[in-house]
């Protein structure tokens, strides 16, 4: 049977990122896609509980149905889900190609992964596809050739319960790629420095900027696989319990 | 030396439940509040990239100095730590007293955590609090209690690095609580349900409805703890990696 392969992003249904990846997507079954209406980069897990949300049909070439949603991205997945799939999950759900990095820390803030992670929650496979290039230029030939063998690779063996991927391409032609590297998400930052300036009227207001720093010196991350010319594949999912810490915990039950 | 406390919310600087846990944050040290100048629940970890940040400073009784913010609930931290703070991190960070239940996959969506997570991000003690009420005219008195207990001891032992705590309150008279639990984030989700409206020209929108479904039976769950009359404390970490998945994936190296 023909698959389902819903494409949803964050950049915006008009981002070069997400036609390249309906590009591939249209290779392995029937596409659908939901994607913001506008920008909604840094949406992190955002959702609509205080806004209305609209679908808009739009028409993409080669497309069975393209909706622009006036939401967040994880509203996108819930939407598609929910409207027009009618709770009948699709058999993947790919996110992205988002235009810059997606690894370690920037995990918690994307919208792209977010989408993705949204779709682990609903354990339908889904991976979210990051090219190390924010440019509206960005040349997104390398990241198709992998995005293609990745989502190859989980149609036809699955991917783990509950759980999705996050998969970066570092910046970079497709013969200086070294391959895949499963990693763990390194433990980076980022250090802010808000850009302060004055209105017309005399008052402050900012502007969030910032330097990412990297702690992390295992050669196990996805930090160190980008910085080596690998492309970084991170198995994500929503258990944010440290389990670890469980134990160490206890005392506090005696407070 | 007096402890600097950062007090932070999702639901706006004019919600009760910051209020309850302003006076009790006081207690402990010198109390500095950067709360969202309107409701920003479920915007998950979102930042603002697209647009600007201002805050406005506001008058609260026994507070050093309160500010409403206009970006979210991680904006308020980093605006906090980086502009009020100049850096130099506060003692403790604690978010709520959430109006409403941020146990189990809530924690993903749920601005009041997203803020205690950024602490977290930044290794600066923190702790988000909610109690299982929604009203407007919710009762604190008991959350008061608890929430005084565990900053107490949070102030005194720490929490484990890099890690903030999500404390939720069952909808109780304090004498009917049984104490606290220190647990793992039940496996849970939401069926959504849209709720779909026709605007007076004719088009459909859609708000955001859903059930709670709880999938997970284990006793060492928050669900279970607050269904059992118990505060429950999840310990949570910004690290989202399924660690147990990477070495099913590796055979994905070799495509």
Known sequence: MTKQILVVNDDGITAPGILALISIASKFGEVTVVAPDKPQSGMGHAISVNSTIRINPVKIEGVKQAFACSGTPVDCVKMAVNILFKGKKPDLIVSGINHGANHSINVIYSGTMSAAMEGAIENIPSIGFSLLDYSI?????????????????????????????????????????????????????????????????????????????????????????LENNFVSVVPVQPDVTSHKSINELKKIENV
Chains 1, 2 share one sequence.
């Open 137 to 225: 230029d960005a040349d997104f030939s390398a990241s198709k050739i992998y995005a293609e063998k990745i989502i190859k690779h989980a149609l036809q063996h699955g991917i783990p319960a509950y759980t999705c991927l996050n998969v970066n391409i570092p910046k970079m032609e497709n013969e200086y790629i070294k391959g895949i590297k499963v990693c763990r998400q390194a433990m980076a930052n980022w250090e802010e420095e808000f850009d302060e300036r004055i209105d017309p009227t005399g008052k402050p207001y900012y502007w969030l900027t910032g330097k990412f720093v990297n702690y992390d010196k295992g050669e196990d991350t996805d930090v160190w696989a």
